[in-house]
């Protein structure tokens, strides 16, 4: 469904991509794993168009819709939950009446049933479950993730892990950066696992069976680049 | 983008630096058109109507601009750090309509605080007697939004590549000689030299806000006004609004 070939990024003298190679099928949730700066947020940027690889290319089925869901995301601190939602609808050209009702049925979806409380007064959870609702905005088929239970609780990584599952449970294939790998282990089929903008392995759940994903991560790690 | 345009004003107007700067515009006007405070020119003191409807101008257009460029300094690069940017531009929105549409907002936002310090004008005028002027104000106004125009467009622009205070800094030193391009132009007259050459250079490089604050005040006093000093300000706003379109910022991400 979607293949990534050999992305090559730098910034300034900084190799940040190299030769970043991957595919991702439909209906799957596909993990991005790595220490910082080992390129995933890279790899991400330029899968969304927002910035430019130095070489290779992404490639996405024809007319395929996307929600983004960003690591630290920032809603204007005025807007009510349910405003938020309906600024980004109206901005994907949804006619203002049914941007309000898809914003109210999204914000539900995702646990956010008060539709008044100002973002000002919300949580990190509450805000990354609005991240989550924003991204659903539309009915996309592929829904990109980057670090979505960053900074929350137990409880809060739970509900968004939860909502995760919802969607793969009705085929959409989801790509999710992420540091926490009992996490990933729970929600992904599939994965990579990079170092210093290299894909050090892959990893499958299917495959990998019994090994865990922290014993896997650890692992290639300490290999060589392959 | 009219979505776009009506949230960052939104944004804009509820910052508390919007309303403090907009109440010390307003003070300031409130208390040299009551002379609370005096003005003099030259250590001659400024009295009668014709006389302080000039200054009045002047200072209002000087506080109008200085205003639209503190509205305007960080509107572009707060969207880019915050990267609010990214969820705009994942929906397709492009960058030209995205950066023109942020202008935009800067420019309300601005017409809306030159609305506000025009009430004062209003008062004057009333308390002057002189109310019959007060139908005259509103083609003023459309002038002195000319002078918003061109303030917000630079601001918006510069900060497309520079810091907020950079951008500060630039605007305050090129709309500062806009305003000031009378008194510059005698002075490069005076001078020689470097410094000749170094004002001449600003003068060609600013709009000429004072030309648009003098035909504003000439308006307003009956007199016949010159057009082409307006319209070489709204083509200088205009020819740079173009680099809002034409530019693209590699990264979505400062």
Known sequence: ?226 | MLTIIKAALQEKTRRKDFLVVLGVGILFLLLISTGTASISVNGESITGFSRMLGVLISISTAIICLLSIILSLSTISNEYKRRSSHLVWVRGISQAKYHTSLAGANFLASCLAALVLYAVLIYYFVSQGQGLLIPRLLPAFLMTLISVAACTTLTSVLSLFLSPLATGIISFLIVGAGLLANSLETLSYLSEGVSSTLIRLILKISPDLSSVSAQTTAWLQGENILINPLLRVVLWAYLLSWILIIFKKKEASS
Not at chain 1, 17 to 24: I, K, N, P, Q
Not at chain 1, 213 to 218: A, D, N, Q, R, T
């Open chain 1, 1 to 226: 469904m979607i293949k990534v070939h050999q992305l090559e990024k730098t910034y300034g003298k900084t190799h940040v991509l190299r030769g970043v190679h991957f595919e991702v099928n439909r209906g799957e949730v596909f993990a991005l794993l790595g220490s910082n700066g080992a390129g995933k947020t890279t790899t991400i940027k330029i899968m969304l168009g927002l910035t430019q690889a130095d070489e290779g290319k992404v490639e996405f089925p024809e007319g395929i819709t996307i929600g983004y869901s960003p690591e630290t995301p920032y809603f204007p601190p005025f807007m009510t939950g349910l405003e938020v939602m309906t600024y980004y609808a109206k901005l994907q050209n949804i006619p203002a009446k049914e941007a309000q009702q898809m914003g109210r049925d999204l914000l539900q979806e995702v646990g956010l049933e008060d539709t008044k409380t100002k973002v000002s007064h919300y949580s990190k959870g509450m805000l990354q479950r609005l991240a989550l609702a924003q991204a659903l905005i539309g009915d996309p088929e592929l829904l990109i993730l980057d670090e979505p239970t960053a900074g929350l609780d137990a409880l809060g990584r739970i509900e968004i892990l939860e909502q995760v599952k919802k969607y793969r449970d009705r085929g959409k294939t989801i790509i999710i950066n992420s540091h926490i790998l009992h996490d990933m282990e729970r929600v992904c089929d599939r994965g990579i696992i990079m170092k210093k903008g290299v894909i050090v392995r892959e990893w499958n759940k299917e495959k990998d069976g019994a090994i865990a994903l922290e014993e896997v991560f650890i692992t290639s790690m300490e290999e060589e680049a392959c």
